[in-house]
Structure formats: structure tokens, C-alpha cells
């Protein structure tokens, strides 16, 4: 037992790659050969996390676990490095969990070039879980990079219409940022005399880098991750990607894809520049804002379902930025749960609506209506996603919401009550696009649009449908109810991670005595008014 | 004794919901759901019934609220970390409802975490005397509402979907009113707006059904985002949101009188929230429009349990209201306009549901006018008898649409009290209590308001209070003659009717009643009710009919023993006293409101031709009900979907010129090389041109987009 949890991150992320491997050897293979297989290979991938989950140390949620280092270029000092701490450990979690799903659910969407396609959401896979086991920034680096490739060539190859233009945007728009997100960590290893490994970076890298230095570090990480997550004004790949890609490209878009740019801001852009994350947070905060209620103008006057949904997730990833830059405990765990949430009931909204395009072959809402007279299932499905998106308590999406928006408005010196506020009308605005949506398609008197093959008039989910909804749907009503799950480990590593931020007010938060002691360190004067101020 | 069962209140329904859920997918055994639903909702009263002992205040001993918890929910937990066992141990025991646990630390020793809770909200119900008078109208009523339900929607599609919404909603309507904390009660909160909606928009094939459910959703959160705000400022008030905890801050604050802006901020943001569910201006707007739901649904939710959910939690937060000195005036200036408001716009509505709503809003505004001027009692206590008069009239109404096969048109019905009898009785019923006409229910509770009303007025010497009873007077007369404008209308004079377009109750496919066309005349033609339905209607109408003197000293009784007390009550013992003066005035103005209504709807129909004719413009403005939907669409709701349109225009021009400057990039760069020929102005102009024309063609585009869906 030991061996496999010495080297239980190592087989996670061969796990994916390796059967990969398998199915290009496999010779003759039919197409549901290919697709159980693939399910077979994401479910050990998940099985295999479980265990891990399970022998992870949860009494100490801050340290790594499973610690392993790989040599590569011993000369520079690279190695791979592996280890998870509590978030990186939900996060592979929240990956391994819908990958299953992302295969079941594409059973049938996929009938040309399947092998290529599943070989394809392999690699993704394993590239996804590398971004979040590694423990230095160039095997880091490396991952979160290499996701591209995949998702280039799935969208590229098996999207919709306007494919090729949607990949090439996604993949110009992220790669662009992240050369400059590169350059940037590359600087800060060179300014810690050639330190690569994450964890020794945030003790060094504060100390070594200055104010200066630490906004330009900032900027250049910013680059990368916030396109990435997408922060406004950077989002315009998204939409478009969402839209084009084939449902198994836009769930790990949203469900996880998404998540890589938010926790590389958590796990490394505010910890190895802290001084600039406390500066830089009332901006990157108003800018969230914007995009929340920016995106969400835009759904309402979205005609095409997906399309809706693609500017739904730049909404939703705003409170979880804005989460993330309160600072305190409750607007970091919050921003946690967010990406644990909004990966499963929008990426379940995906699969809803890929599930609609496969009978229909349209996603234009003016094209169907009432559809909850031929499809019962698939339109309670629907509801209640679209209830957990919109943030109703006793659902997931709820709890991440309430809480990045509770930390935004008690956050004293970076955010404040203006901004949860304002914010706060995103949940208004949600609720309108989302039951605009419901109301077009899911209720209202019966329209179906004209199917060649005729077939599908009357069909609601069949058996792999629901199945593959099912753990969705359990999973947004468990985290809804039992949060407290997640949310008990998560102050730990959270803590971890603001511990240099110059602002002691957010470590104060974290500090149990009570009255809370809230002073400004290493800031003058006037700038901690003028933050007080916004 | 049997306190612990109440964790089972809120999670029977819930069961229950699911199981009715179950039965949807069986046609077999839909009919089940109905009785699944009402068992559910009995064992839910029976429950209450059994603890309620606990909570009725005996004599002069204080009753002690007691807390139930069920599980964690929402907890975020702050540690200290210790290298010693001891140290760690006298920190968690200065800190109460913090953990320790041991652990090895990163070098191997051992060390101690202890793990305080920053915010914890979690599944735990608080039980006082409050809760226990709020959940007998949700069990209660609920129940009554279920039996009747089981007969009127009988032979519908989605009969036990309705069922399952209805218990979602009394389990999201009693963890409303048990809940301990404040997040939880967001949950009940919630939960009763979404199966508000789930049921609105019950009949889905209907697009107005489908407009008003989203419309009540909408208003909604509106309110809720207002509650939120609430929530939040509450927390960094007072670090809890647990309501006894922050309650006994603020009856310290209150002592030592130091008050700051949260304190004046917190109460106008959840009486947002309040204004909102309990359909108060400026957010009334949507209860209107939820008659498009079941009449059940209706009488159930939007008018005896969910739509008081305002009232109750601004009764239940007392003390968060009083000590702002503005907060509670602003209640019952908001509650006696709204008053006066929808009950003008009910004299000229033809809808009998909508009537029975602007009445819902009307009476809620009594409500609020009573607890803003600290008559909690009386304001639950129009609450409780509401519930029991309001239900009824929603059911009676319900019985007359299914005499008439959904007909609703006040113009499209008379003299109905042959076809009809116990219908016309009972209604009547409701109609006097809801005219407060003298010892029926709504009688005492009114006066009970309005006389705390003029009772603060006269003692203190204020005019505002008098202001306001005096249209809490005019209201009276107003919902006497509206209130029986209706029963007139529709009892009264020469018997003729026409049907109404729905069948109700007569499925498509059912073999028996398509079998023959003389069946169908048979089964459309008006007919009573039967008399499953009718009895629950009898209950209500007792309660009714005495519920104001069998009650009203029970309510007081059990409010004063709550946290609802007002801290500084109405000067009660000295002073003027206007219970008796108050009950004779309200009576003749009910008698006189009643009086009139016959004349004009039953003796002479004719006048009320030529009256109407006279005050043409005014009764068009109240026939379109001041014309405030038109009004917020064009203020609000166009021009956000404008603004939405403009953003997705300039957001796809970004993501095209993004393309086109990728293709174009080297070209571009060959072009800024080269010197420009023109001159700088020009370039100026040309610049200023293009973004003016870009402009407009933005906007003309969102304006098409808009109109298009």
C-alpha cells in the first residue's frame, strides 16, 4: 500500500495519459469499445483519487500530501514536483469526478474520429491534474499550457460551425497571456536565485522582490491567469470558444478549464506578490464587478442557449474573483467553493443543453419552447441546474455566492460594501437571464423545430442521460446542504496563502480573538485611505 | 417534552416532496401524491399541536425559547495553532464552541489546533411562542388548503407535481418561520419564492403564467438582495447571525445607547427584503400578477402563509427595527399607503382573484401599519385571522371557477346563489370578516391596529400615527364596499353566467367525460362543489366567523412572551384607551362600507353605470391600476435590455476586430510605418464621425434584438 501513495500523484496523472497510450496501441478497436474504455480509464482515474482523498491528511489541510519529486534537468535544479494541499485536492476532485461524466455524456454527440477524440480528453485530463498536483512552477507552468493543445485540437476538429475561428481566437488570446505569465515566474524563480519550487517561493519571493517589482510580477501573471479565468475585459474568447466547442470541450471549459486560471491567481499570483495583490485588489475587485454585471446584461438578450450560458460563467467567475480579493476567510473559502460549484452546475447546464442540440441540432431558443411537455426529465434536470447556477439556497451555487459576497462586504481596507453591493445586483440580473431562459425554453406552449431524421420528437433523457446527470445533481444538492465538508479545510491552506500579504487585516480575519485587531503594516498612510476610501 | 420533534416539522414535507416526485413518473400513482401530501402536512400540525404546550406562556412565567439543531450547514472556522496541550486547552475553554484537535506538525512534534467558528450558520430551529402561533397558520391552513386541492385538482396533468411543490413549500415555509439564524431563514426564504414560482407558473403551457411566475421571482430578489445587504451588515454589526444572539446585542446597544450607521442600515435593508415578499410598494407589483397559479396555490401562498412572511420577520427582529427611530414609522408609512393604494385599485379591478389580491396587499399593509406602530400583537394577530378569512375567499373563489369552468370575469357572472348555495354562504362569510363587520375576525384584529395606532398618536402626541389611522379608516370603509361589490356581484341579482374557456378538472384523454357530448354539457354546466372540498371551507369559515374573540388574547398572550415585545411598549396603562371608541367607529364605517356596496352592485346596478360614467378618468386609472407595470417596463426593464443589447454588440466587435487585427497585424504595421498624409484635424473629425455613426448603429442594433425575442 505504500508504494501506491508514494507514488499516488505521479499514477494520477499517468492514470489518463497511459491509457491514452493504451487506446492508440489497441489496434481495431470499435467505437463503443473506444468510448467504454475511455469511461473505464476515467473512472480508475476517479477511483484513484478517491483513495487519494481518502489518505489525505485532513487534520493538517495546509500541508502537502503525497509529496513526491521527480528529477528532470537536475543541472538547473528542475524537478517535477507533486503534492497537494486541501484546495488542490478538491480541485483534482472536482476533475477526476466529471471527466466520467464528460465521456458518458458524449456517447453519442461524437460519432466521427472517436478515437482521436477520446485520446484527446486523456491528455486534457492529465494535463488539468498536472496544473494541480504541481509544486513548482515550471512543471506548472508546462500543465497549465499544455491544456491548449487538447482543447485546440477538440474544439478545432469537432465543434460547430464557426470552429476553427473559436480555436484559433482561444488559442492566441491564452497563449499570448501566458508567455507573459511565464516570463514573469521565470523572473521572480532568477530573483530567488533560481528557486522553482512553489512552496520556498512564497517564503522568498516576498522578501526578495520589491513593491515595484512585485506589480510588474503581477501584471504578467495577471496576464495569463485572469484570460484565462476570464476576467473582464479579457473574456471575449470565451463566449465564442463555449459556444463552438462540442459539449465535452465546453463542460471542462466551465468545469474545470476556467478553475485553472482562478487557482493559479490563489495558489501563486497572491502569495508570491503579495504587496501588489494588496494594491492591485481594489481594481482587479471592480473589474470583477463589471464583468458580473456586465456578462449578465449580455444573457438577457442572448438568443442562442449555449451562448447564454458561455456569458453566464464570465458573470458567475467575477464573484469568485472578487471572492478571492476580499482577503478574509469567508471571501476566499467562498471563492473555493465557487470553482468547486460553478464547475458542477454549469458544467451540468453544458451537458443539458448538448443534450437538447443532439435532438434538435439547433441551440436557438426562438426555435423551441415548452419543452417540458415532451421531456419531463431532461426539464426538471434543466430547473434545477439552472436554480443552482441562479444561486438558491440549499443548492450549491448558493453557498459559494453568499459567502464571496459576504467576504467582498466585510473586506475593510481592499473591497467593501460598495462592491458587494453592486455586485449583488448580478444576482438580480441572474435570475432574469436564467428564468428568460427557462421561461423560452423549458415552459410555454409546445414548439419543437423540424428534425430531418424525425426521430426525436418525443424523446426525453434515456437511461445514460440520467446517469450521467444523476451525480450532478447529487453533488449540487450535497454541497448545497453539507458545505461545511469543504469549507472546514479550506482556512488552513487559505490562511497559508495570505500570511505575507502586507494588509494584516486579512490574517486578522483568520485569528480567532475577538475583537478583531485590524492593523495596516507595511502600507503608508495614505494609500490605506485612499483603498479605504473606494 | 416531545421538543425534539419539532427537528421533524421542515424534513416530513421535504420527504414527502420527494416521494410526490416519485409518484409523478407512475400515472398510477399520482392520484397517491395527494394523499401523501396531506398526510404529510396533518403530521407536520399534529407535531405543532403536541410541542405547542411547551411554549403557552402560564401566568406570569416567562416562556423560554429553545433551540433544536439538526445539522451544520455554512461554518467557517478561524485556528490558533499551540505547541502545548495545556495552552491550547485554556484558549478553547475561553472560547466557547471552539474544537481542539491534536495533530503532528511539518517538524514532527506534536501540536494543537483549536478551531474557532468566525460565521457558522447552520440547519437549527429556534421554537418560541412566535414560531409556534406562525406554524399552526402554515400546518394548519396548509392542510385545509391540501384537502381542498385533492378535489380541485383532480384530473390534472401534473397533479402530483403540484403536490410536490406544495410540500416543498411547507417545508420551505416552516424553516422560515423556525429558523434560528438568519442565513437559514434566507433559505426558507428562498425556498418559498421558488415554489411560488414552480407553482405561478403551474399551468407552463401558458405564457402569462410562464410572464408571472418569472415576474414574481424577479420582484423577488429584488427584495432579497435588499435581505442580503441586511444579512451582511448585520454580521459585521453584530459577528452572528444567529437571531437570539444578535437580539441580546442589540438590547445592549440599546441600553447604552451607542448606535451607529449599521444599526439604521440593517433594518431598512431587510425590510426590503420584507416589502418585497410581502408585496408592499414599490415591489407589489408581481402578487397580481401570481393569480395565474392554481387557486390553492393562491389562497395557500399568496395569501394565508407566504406572502406574511414580511410581517413575520420584521416581528421577529423586533428589536433590530426599534432601534433605529426611522425604521418603524417607515414600516407603517409604507404599510397603511400600500393599504389605501391596492384597495383602491380592487374597487375598480373584474378579476375576482386579482380583487382578493390588491385585498391581500391592502390587508398585508394593515400588517405593517400595526407592527410599525409596535402593535406586534395586533399586527400577527390580523396575520393569523387573515390567514383564515383570505384562504377561504381564495377557496370560495376557486370553487366559483370551477363552477364556471375558470371564469373569473366579475362582468360575466350574476345572481349564482341557487346554482351555488353553500359557495355564496361561505364566501359571504369571508367577506364580512374581511369587511372587519363587527365580531367577525378581521373585525378585532383590525381594531386592534388601528386603535394602537391612534392610542401612539394621541398619547405621544404625534400626528404621524393619526395620519395613518385615519387611512387605516378610509381603507376600512374602502374593503367593506369592495368586499361585497364582489359577493353582490356575483350572488346577487338575475341569474346568468357565462363559462369560462379552461376545463378544469376534465382531462384531455379521459374515456368518460369526452365519451359523449351530453356528458360534457353535463359535467360544464355550474354545478357546487363537492363536498370534499367544501369542508375545509367550513373550518376556515368558522375560524372566520369567531377566531377574533376565541383568539385575540391567546396571540397576545403568546406574542408578548416572544422576542416580539416591543421594548418600549405603548403607553398601555396610562393614557387614553381606544379599543371600545375604535370598535364602534370601525364597525359603522364596515357597516356603512357594506350598505353601499348593496346599493350600488345588488339594488341598483343602474347607479353604478352613471357613477363610473362621471369619474371616466379616474376609474381608467384604477381600472389600469395607476398604470405602474407600463411604468416599470419603460423605466426599468427596457432600458437594462437595451444596455445588455448595446454590451453584446460592442463584446462581438471585440472578439471580430480581435480576429481581423490577427490577420491584419502585419499589414497594420506596414501602414503605422509610413507617414500619415492628412492633416491632424481632419483625422480628428473623420475619428469623431466614425464613433459617433459606430455608436448609433449599437444602439439601433441592441433596440432590434431587443424587439426581436
Known amino acids: 500500500m505504500n508504494w501506491l501513495l508514494d507514488l499516488m500523484l505521479v499514477l494520477l496523472l499517468a492514470m489518463p495519459l497511459l491509457s491514452g497510450v493504451v487506446l492508440v496501441l489497441l489496434p481495431d478497436l470499435t467505437k463503443s469499445m473506444v468510448r467504454v474504455f475511455s469511461l473505464l480509464a476515467t473512472l480508475a482515474t476517479f477511483v484513484l483519487s478517491l483513495i487519494g482523498a481518502c489518505f489525505f491528511d485532513w487534520s493538517n489541510p495546509a500541508a502537502l500530501s503525497f509529496v513526491k519529486s521527480v528529477e528532470w534537468v537536475g543541472a538547473f535544479g528542475l524537478q517535477f514536483g507533486f503534492g497537494v494541499n486541501a484546495i488542490s485536492m478538491w480541485l483534482v476532485l472536482l476533475t477526476t469526478f466529471l471527466m466520467p461524466l464528460v465521456v458518458l455524456g458524449s456517447f453519442s454527440a461524437i460519432q466521427d474520429r472517436v478515437k482521436e477524440f477520446f485520446l484527446w480528453l486523456l491528455i486534457l485530463e492529465s494535463a488539468m491534474l498536472g496544473v494541480f498536483v504541481a509544486t513548482d512552477i515550471v512543471f506548472f507552468h508546462i500543465c497549465f499550457e499544455f491544456t491548449l493543445i487538447p482543447l485546440y485540437f477538440l474544439i478545432g476538429i469537432y465543434g460547430s460551425a464557426q470552429r476553427l475561428k473559436a480555436a484559433r481566437v482561444f488559442f492566441l488570446y491564452t497563449f499570448t497571456g501566458s508567455m507573459l505569465t511565464f516570463s514573469g515566474l521565470l523572473y521572480v524563480a532568477w530573483r530567488c536565485d533560481w528557486v522553482f519550487s512553489i512552496a520556498t517561493l512564497y517564503e522568498l519571493a516576498p522578501q526578495r522582490l520589491s513593491e515595484i517589482e512585485q506589480a510588474w510580477v503581477m501584471g504578467a501573471m495577471l496576464a495569463g491567469f485572469a484570460v484565462k479565468v476570464p476576467l473582464f475585459p479579457l473574456h471575449t474568447w470565451l463566449p465564442l470558444a463555449h459556444t463552438e466547442a462540442p459539449t465535452a470541450g465546453s463542460v471542462i471549459l466551465a468545469g474545470v478549464l476556467l478553475k485553472l486560471g482562478t487557482y493559479a491567481l490563489l495558489q501563486l499570483a497572491i502569495p508570491i506578490a503579495p504587496i501588489a495583490a494588496d494594491q492591485f485588489a481594489p481594481i482587479i475587485g471592480l473589474l470583477a464587478v463589471v464583468g458580473i454585471l456586465y456578462a449578465a446584461l449580455i444573457c438577457w438578450v442572448q438568443k442562442d442557449i449555449k451562448k447564454l450560458i458561455a456569458y453566464s460563467s464570465v458573470s458567475h467567475l467575477g464573484f469568485c474573483v472578487l471572492g478571492m480579493f476580499a482577503f478574509n476567510a469567508e471571501g476566499m473559502a467562498g471563492s473555493v467553493m465557487y470553482m468547486i460549484n460553478h464547475g458542477l452546475s454549469t458544467g451540468a447546464l453544458f451537458l443539458c443543453v448538448g443534450m437538447i442540440y443532439e435532438r434538435f441540432h439547433t441551440r436557438q431558443m426562438s426555435q423551441m419552447q415548452g419543452l417540458a411537455q415532451i421531456m419531463p426529465v431532461w426539464s426538471f434536470f434543466m430547473v434545477f441546474f439552472c436554480l443552482a447556477s441562479v444561486g438558491l439556497p440549499g443548492l450549491n451555487g448558493f453557498v459559494g455566492e453568499f459567502l464571496t459576497l459576504l467576504g467582498a462586504f466585510r473586506a475593510k481596507y481592499v473591497l467593501g460594501p460598495p462592491y458587494a453591493v453592486m455586485a449583488g445586483f448580478g444576482l438580480i440580473f441572474a435570475a432574469i437571464y436564467i428564468l428568460f431562459m427557462v421561461g423560452k425554453v423549458v415552459f410555454g406552449p409546445l414548439k419543437v423545430p423540424r428534425v430531418e431524421n424525425g426521430h426525436c420528437l418525443s424523446c426525453d433523457l434515456n437511461l445514460r442521460e440520467i446517469v450521467t446527470l444523476t451525480p450532478l445533481a447529487a453533488g449540487c444538492l450535497w454541497l448545497g446542504l453539507q458545505p461545511s465538508f469543504i469549507l472546514d479545510t479550506l482556512t488552513e491552506p487559505l490562511e497559508k496563502i495570505v500570511e505575507h500579504l502586507p494588509q494584516r487585516t486579512a490574517v486578522a480575519h483568520y485569528t480567532v480573538d475577538y475583537p478583531r485587531i485590524e492593523v495596516r503594516m507595511h502600507m503608508p498612510m495614505a494609500q490605506a485611505t485612499k483603498h479605504a476610501g473606494l | ?709
Open chain 2, 1 to 709: 417534552m416531545h421538543i425534539e420533534l419539532a427537528k421533524w416539522i421542515p424534513w416530513i414535507p421535504a420527504g414527502a416532496a420527494v416521494l410526490c416526485g416519485l409518484c409523478a413518473m407512475k400515472r398510477q400513482l399520482r392520484m397517491a401524491s395527494a394523499l401523501i401530501c396531506i398526510l404529510a402536512i396533518c403530521a407536520t400540525f399534529g407535531i405543532t399541536v403536541l410541542i405547542s404546550g411547551s411554549f403557552s406562556p402560564n401566568g406570569n412565567d416567562p416562556v423560554k425559547p429553545r433551540t433544536v439543531e439538526v445539522f451544520d450547514w455554512i461554518s467557517i472556522w478561524g485556528q490558533q495553532v499551540f505547541s502545548s496541550r495545556i495552552s491550547a486547552e485554556s484558549y478553547a475553554n475561553e472560547n466557547p464552541g471552539s474544537k481542539m484537535i491534536a495533530r503532528d506538525g511539518t517538524d514532527g512534534e506534536k501540536e494543537f489546533v483549536v478551531r474557532k467558528p468566525i460565521f457558522v450558520a447552520d440547519f437549527s430551529y429556534l421554537l418560541d411562542s412566535l414560531t409556534i402561533v406562525m406554524l399552526y397558520v402554515v400546518t394548519g391552513v396548509g392542510a385545509l388548503v391540501a384537502i381542498y386541492a385533492a378535489g380541485y385538482m383532480a384530473g390534472d396533468r401534473g397533479y402530483a407535481r403540484f403536490f410536490s411543490a406544495v410540500c416543498l413549500f411547507i417545508f420551505s415555509m416552516t424553516t422560515l418561520v423556525m429558523a434560528d439564524n438568519l442565513l437559514l431563514l434566507f433559505l426558507g426564504w428562498e425556498g418559498v419564492g421558488l415554489c411560488s414560482y414552480l407553482l405561478i407558473g403551474y399551468y407552463y403551457d401558458k405564457p402569462t403564467a410562464v410572464a408571472a411566475a418569472k415576474k414574481a421571482f424577479v420582484v423577488n430578489r429584488i427584495g432579497d438582495l435588499g435581505f442580503l445587504i441586511g444579512i451582511f451588515t448585520a454580521y459585521i454589526r453584530y459577528d452572528t447571525v444567529v437571531i437570539h444572539e444578535m437580539i441580546s446585542t442589540v438590547s445592549a446597544t440599546m441600553q447604552n445607547g451607542a448606535t451607529d450607521w449599521k444599526d439604521h442600515l440593517i433594518p431598512f435593508m431587510l425590510m426590503l427584503g420584507a416589502f418585497g415578499k410581502s408585496a408592499q410598494l414599490p415591489l407589489y407589483v408581481w402578487l397580481p400578477d401570481a393569480m395565474e397559479g392554481p387557486t390553492p396555490v393562491s389562497a395557500l401562498i399568496h395569501a394565508a402563509t407566504m406572502v406574511t412572511a414580511g410581517v413575520y420577520l420584521i416581528v421577529r427582529l423586533l428589536p433590530l427595527f426599534e432601534i433605529s427611530p426611522y425604521a418603524l414609522p417607515t414600516v407603517a408609512v409604507v404599510g397603511a399607503v400600500t393599504a389605501l393604494f391596492a384597495a383602491t385599485i380592487a374597487l375598480c379591478q373584474y378579476d375576482i382573484k386579482r380583487i382578493y389580491a390588491y385585498s391581500t396587499i391592502s390587508q398585508l399593509g394593515y400588517m405593517f401599519l400595526g407592527v410599525g406602530f409596535l402593535s406586534t400583537a395586533g399586527g400577527i394577530f390580523h396575520l393569523f385571522t387573515h390567514a383564515f378569512f383570505k384562504a377561504l375567499l381564495f377557496l370560495t373563489a376557486g370553487s366559483v371557477m370551477h363552477a364556471l369552468a375558470g371564469q373569473l370575469d366579475l362582468r360575466k357572472m350574476s345572481g349564482l346563489r341557487k346554482k351555488l348555495p353553500v359557495t355564496c354562504w361561505l364566501m359571504f362569510a369571508g367577506c364580512l370578516a374581511l369587511a372587519g363587520f363587527p365580531f367577525t375576525a378581521g373585525f378585532f384584529s383590525k381594531d386592534m391596529i388601528l386603535a394602537a395606532t391612534f392610542e401612539k398618536g394621541i398619547n405621544e402626541q404625534l400626528i404621524l400615527p393619526n395620519v395613518m389611522g385615519v387611512i387605516g379608516l378610509l381603507t376600512a370603509l374602502l374593503t367593506a364596499f369592495y368586499a361585497f361589490r364582489l359577493w353582490f356581484r356575483i350572488f346577487t341579482g338575475p341569474e346568468k353566467y357565462e363559462m369560462g374557456a379552461e376545463h378544469h378538472g376534465a382531462e384531455p384523454d379521459h374515456g368518460v367525460r369526452t365519451s359523449s357530448s351530453v356528458q360534457v354539457e353535463h359535467v360544464h354546466d355550474a354545478h357546487e362543489v363537492s363536498w370534499l372540498m367544501n369542508a375545509p371551507l367550513l373550518v376556515l369559515a368558522c375560524g372566520a366567523l369567531t377566531a377574533g374573540f376565541l383568539g385575540h388574547e391567546w396571540i397576545e398572550r403568546m406574542v408578548v412572551a416572544s422576542t416580539a415585545e416591543p421594548a418600549r411598549p405603548p403607553m398601555m396603562d396610562e393614557g387614553v384607551q381606544l379599543h371600545g371608541l375604535m370598535m364602534v367607529v370601525s364597525g359603522v364605517i364596515s357597516v356603512v362600507g357594506v350598505m353601499a356596496a348593496a346599493y350600488f352592485h345588488w339594488l341598483n346596478r343602474d347607479a353604478t353605470e352613471r357613477f363610473a360614467d362621471r369619474f371616466v378618468a379616474t376609474v381608467r386609472v384604477l381600472t389600469n391600476k395607476y398604470y405602474v407595470d407600463e411604468l416599470y417596463d419603460a423605466m426599468i426593464v427596457r432600458p437594462l435590455r437595451v444596455v445588455g443589447g448595446i454590451f453584446y454588440q460592442v463584446d462581438r466587435l471585440v472578439i471580430d476586430s480581435l480576429v481581423m487585427a490577427l490577420g491584419f497585424l502585419p499589414r497594420a504595421l506596414g501602414l503605422a510605418i509610413q507617414p500619415s498624409q492628412r492633416g491632424a484635424l481632419q483625422g480628428y473629425g473623420i475619428g469623431m464621425a466614425i464613433g459617433l455613426v459606430s455608436i448609433v448603429v449599437l444602439v439601433l442594433m441592441a433596440i432590434a434584438s431587443g424587439h426581436n425575442s
